[in-house]
């Protein structure tokens, strides 16, 4: 994380922080997330070796989605909440799709590139994986837990 962090302040970001060892950044930026996005997989490839995508989200966005979970309530155990972010809108074709698979009991809503879960047991032993979502609607995603998500906006707020 400290090399990604390093490459990050070469492409001029700042403010640079990293959240746990799966890739999570937090950095401030006047430029467009999808020019950032095209940017940071480049140097990732040129850095690391790996092709990965890139997804970023404006503080704004971030407490959006935080804000628009259906399954969240005062009564949620985050443990079973999961935020698959997209990396652009799917189509709408690609959407319709989707929504015919039925994985009860564990759910999942679509609101433009986010993609809430909830899962009634562990997330590894549902079948709505970031794969899933990727094949289905034939879009680049990363998921993460509630609990990440909530980390990254506080760390956005700092």
Not at 2 to 13: G, I, N, R, V
Not at 88 to 99: G, S, W, Y
Not at 114 to 141: R, W
Request: with cysteine; charged share 30%.
């Amino acid at each position: 994380m400290a090399d990604l962090k390093s490459m990050c302040e070469k492409l001029e970001l700042k403010n640079v922080k990293t959240y746990i060892q799966s890739g999570n950044l937090i950095f401030n930026s006047d430029r467009q997330n999808s020019d950032l996005e095209n940017d940071l997989e480049k140097a990732i490839l040129e850095n690391f070796g790996f092709e990965v995508p890139v997804i970023v989200r404006t503080e704004k966005e971030l407490e959006s989605a935080i804000n628009n979970n259906p399954f969240f309530d005062k009564d949620s155990d985050i443990k079973q909440l999961h935020l698959t972010f997209l990396k652009e809108k799917p189509c709408q074709e690609n959407v319709d799709k989707i929504l015919t698979y039925n994985y009860e009991p564990d759910e999942f809503k679509i609101k433009d590139k986010d993609t809430f879960i909830f899962c009634s047991g562990k997330y590894h032993q549902s079948k709505l994986t970031n794969n899933f979502f990727e094949k289905q609607l034939m879009v680049g995603a990363t998921t993460r837990n509630w609990k990440t998500v909530m980390k990254l906006l506080e760390l956005s707020e700092n």
